[in-house]
């Protein structure tokens, strides 16, 4: 029997554009906020994973070097996962075997972007292959844009309907944002400013993606010993997956998205989950662009593949819904990218353990957390729940 | 009592450059190493892969890019960035775990379309205190090279001596680049890079791809009769300002305590047979000797004179040439792993060593004057 892990404690930065503080200085705000979170001191801390984005974002390599004084890591065992948009969430993955493998009875997670330091855009045509898809498929806009049009066609799914289905997550999720105090933008969105906004690539607008931010967070995980030592809830760790497609983007169905739909399953299988849409009780879906996360919904078996827009505009995604997804506003609201999967399971765990305040989902027991990385290529998911 | 881990295959590659290309590199040791495990892809565990994005030929996420050929498509992945043998030690945290029965690990590093190391290591320079001075791992090393001198009196000979040792080493080792005998005269008349470094005292620029299995003790009594034991690790990060840390004696030394204490070792120099170390730098094994506990503070220069790290010593060091000879920035240490691994299993060929290895410690380093250390102990 593996050993079981928790997440005993968060801490994030205000995400936004923090002008205010060097880069060290951002990652030492989010650490030292998980060490006043859990009551723990850098010296309980038994190895320390560090992670970002590439290091075009902020023209800074191999960042654990530069931040191994912001991070309390100095004489620290270290790793350093890096999987592209899906980083935090690999951070978690890195720290939650770390623990299982007993090697570690506290791992410190941190995962970190200061986004306005570069060009996010031109980092990532930079994922592209140098030679075939580098000119054509720029940036991250006109990936999405072909896969959102691709699953509508798929689907025979009325344009309008997905315009209106992306516009409702839209506005749900900005509202949600005023609710989480760290969340980068706070603007009212009605559905009409969604659909009047400003086009990015078709189908999508400026209102269907999400903002550079400068962001940290920061998550320790500990062995049961030291969760039940701490006396106090504990989110623990019930299931892991991971899966990552082809580099060339018409390698892979991008609809019925196998990383997707199998990174789900790993973690359900372990976390003993048959009917996701009835027993999660939230999800932090990884939702850079409205359309998107709509696919992730039919991946992750939350409805039946072409349906997601009839169960968005019917409000079971809302707050108030079945399953509420993004209560934190998400990353629509706030992308931090090295961070953003991290912030993910930190969200999670928070409201399996009733500490999300006023973004909480009443009685959240179950909770998935998710991040998607490269052209549209991998896929990570964590599931905590409150009780082990 | 955590599981037991073995490696029961490997493969690699390497050189300067050569005409195949990334994919067709990584696709043939990944292979390699999968066959000679006698284990399909779909049947491996996890895969955790390791490479630099900003070493990576122009290429961001190299995940993205070389995920296919390392075999990991649609199956359970992570990479570590920098430190190949991160890699290695988080698969086999993860077979510890005993989440998974195997792991594949890949090293993937094409030296050949990355632009020189230095314009590389800038890169690790903060952008407002450090890179305007133009602070890189080379001109790191040269200071901490004067100190170390300065120090314990070490000499430029003894420091040379150390790319004598290894250049002709590297003569039995068909994947490093630069070898040949040269005298420590020669090695100290070659081109000077920051004083006191000249060339031959520093790593070349190479091409390195690496490919393990490794196996729970389970899995690795059905896939090998010679399963070589994971039997310590340890990593160590350093203080980020070179001004603020002590470079005479730095995190190797915890590095290696987290290993030794885990291979339950407590003399190094008897209970080691042979190590493989990162040493980008001639003098950085001098040093590396005394943080790793194989002789004391400032004995490293006698320790060479002496000849005990030989090939045909009592504690060979870099029976493969090392790194002075071939030097994949980020794969590196995997090759270190899997030349321990050859030679513990008397696969090494011309390089294999005169004295029975059964316990080899493998180290790797990057960052500015070793600011953050590998150390994993293998055994047969």
Redesign the interface.
Known sequence: ???AVAVVGVGQTHHGRRMDV?YPDLVREAVVRVFEDTGLSPKDVDG?VS?T?????E????T??????AMQ????????????GSTGV?IA??AF??V????AEVVLAVGHEKMYEGDSQA??T??L??FYQRYFLAGAPGVFSMQSQLWATRYKIPQDKIRDAAAFISVTHHQSAFDNPYAHIKMKVTMEDVKNSRIIVYPIRLLDVCPNSDGACAVIFASEKVAKRLGRKVAWVKGV???????FFGDSDKVVW??AI?AAK?AYDQAGIKDPLKELDVAEVYNPFTYQEMIFYECFGFCEFGKAPDLVLRGIFSREGELPVCPSGGVLCTNPIGATGLIRVAEAAMQVTGRAGEHQVPGAKLALAHAM???D??NGVMILGSEL | M?RKVAIVSVAQIGGADSKENFYDQAYRVVKEALDKAGISREKVGCVVTAA???FH????????????PAG????????????SL?AL??G???I????YDTALVVGLCKGSENPENDT?TL??S???YFRPLGLNETMAAALQMRLFMDHYGITREQCAKVAVKNLRNALGNPYAHRKGIYSAEEILASRPVVEPLTELECAPKSEGMAALVLASEEMARKLTDRPVWIEGF????????IGDRDLLQG?LT??AK?AYEMAGITAPSEQIHLAEITEPYAFQELLWYEQLGFCGPGQGGKLIDQGVTEKGGLLPVNPSGGTLAWNPYVSRGLHRAIEAFLQIREEAGERQVHREVKTALVHGT???AG??HTVVILGS
């Open positions: 029997m593996a050993r060097s320390v992670g984005m590439p290091s075009m974002m023209g800074v390599a191999l654990h070097l530069y931040f191994a004084e890591a100095v004489g620290k065992p270290i790793l350093k996962t890096e999987t592209c690999s993955h890195t075997y770390w299982a493998s007993g090697m980092t990532m930079t994922v292959d140098p997956g991971y899966r990552g497609d082809e580099q196998q990383s199998e790993q990385g490269g052209i290529q991998f | 955590p630099s994005d900003i030929g122009g290429i961001s996420c190299a995940n993205a890019y070389h995920w296919d990991a498509v649609l199956r359970n992945g992570s990479r570590q960035d920098a430190e991160f030690v988080y086999a945290m993860r510890m775990s005993g989440h590389c890169m690790f903060d952008p407002f340890g990593t160590s990060l350093d203080a980020y300002w995190q915890n590095a987290r990057h960052g500015f600011q953050c």
